[in-house]
């Protein structure tokens, strides 16, 4: 069974940085698309990064363009999501999301395996 543990989470002001972590374990996620979720109280899920460990090919969403990065690991079980400038509507419950599929960005594919999230908190 695909465990994720996310990390990283915390409280910071408004400018700071985060980075945020994902480790998958159980099973070996070679060829899933592993990637970060973010949900506020109020608001619809965001698809924000993701990588498919296939072919390394990754998609970032437009609103977090030129401040957020998605790396992995060179054993790829583990992602992160390095978070510069971060602005208070940044705050929220950030998870990582694990699919067998090939399906960053496809938001009609609802990954299977979700890890418990970790809250990230802005302070402006």
């Known amino acids: 069974q695909l465990q994720l543990v996310e990390s990283g989470g915390d409280s910071v002001q408004a400018g700071e940085s985060l980075r945020l972590s994902c480790l998958a374990s159980?099973?070996?996620?070679?060829?899933?698309?592993i990637g970060w979720f973010r949900e506020a109280p109020g608001k619809e899920r965001e698809e924000i990064s993701c990588i498919y460990m296939g072919d390394y090919s990754q998609y970032v969403a437009d609103f977090v363009k030129g401040r957020f990065t998605l790396s992995r690991n060179s054993a790829r079980n583990r992602i992160y999501l390095q978070m510069n400038n971060l602005k208070p509507e940044d705050t929220a419950t950030y998870y990582c999301a694990a699919d067998p599929r090939k399906r960053c960005g496809a938001s009609a594919k609802t990954p299977p395996f979700w890890g418990q999230g970790t809250q990230v908190t802005v302070s402006s």
């Open positions: 159980g099973i070996p996620v070679y060829d899933y698309s």
